[in-house]
């Protein structure tokens, strides 16, 4: 089955500056890498998701690239704020007839104001 | 709509005693997930159902745990016995059409087994 790594498991940075997580998989037929954000006692909610048609997609302060041939992917933020404090989860995925996500083990982001 | 619901939130019970989780999914999604999130193993998907079929159990770690969904908008995850390592905390997630689109989440179920 799929086996997802996530690096590193905690990251601490100063306010303003880049953050960047990466996870590796280890199925080449997944083409679904969703990232999602954990705060403290909450719910995970995905922040952003890539498909393995294409190599980066950005929405505001935060990116994601995917390298299919090295089998890696990685989340980036810039400009960090307080806010931004969380655990951070990748995941990767088949779309098709096998419908299972699998997680990475999470990255807990401190962001020192 | 709501989002997905979880009940309870949380549960402290003893262990050997049988506990139900509830989960309803949002209206029209498809699939249906579990999943149990501990600090040493993190977030893992038990099992997942597919227009109320479970498809794919493989992640459920025992014959103590058990899942169903009578209906599109109800599914049950029962533990019993319970046992003090089962203490985490349990998510459900639903989604539309399936793996490739977001799931979203409930607040989840921190249960307890002392």
């Known amino acids: 089955g799929e086996n997802v790594e996530q690096h590193p498991s905690t990251l601490s940075v100063q306010e303003g500056d880049s953050a960047v997580i990466k996870c590796t998989y280890s199925d080449s037929a997944s083409n679904y890498f969703p990232w999602y954000k954990q705060e403290l006692g909450k719910r995970p909610q995905l922040i952003i998701d890539i498909r393995s048609n294409v190599g980066e997609k950005k929405d505001q302060r935060i990116a994601v690239t995917l390298n299919k041939t090295a089998k890696h992917f990685s989340l980036h933020i810039t400009e960090t704020q307080p806010e931004d404090s969380a655990v951070y989860f990748c995941?990767?995925?088949?779309?098709?007839?096998?419908?299972?996500?699998?997680f990475g083990t999470g990255t807990k982001l401190q962001v020192i104001p | 709509d709501a989002g997905v619901i979880q009940s309870p939130r949380h549960e402290v019970t003893e262990m050997g005693q049988e506990v139900t989780l509830r989960c309803k999914p949002i209206?029209?999604?498809?699939?249906l997930f579990w999943y149990r999130q501990t600090m040493m193993r993190g977030l893992e998907l038990l099992i997942y159902f597919n227009n109320n079929v479970p498809i794919d159990d493989s992640g459920m770690p025992e014959d103590r745990f058990s899942a169903k969904m009578p209906n599109a908008s109800f599914s049950t995850l029962k533990i019993q016995p319970s046992e003090p390592r089962d203490s985490a905390v349990y998510f459900c997630a639903s989604s539309f059409r399936g793996s490739d689109t977001e799931a979203f989440f409930g607040q989840g179920t921190r249960l307890t087994v002392v």
């Open positions: 209206s029209g999604h498809d699939y």
């Open positions: 995941a990767a995925s088949i779309s098709g007839g096998y419908q299972k996500v699998t």
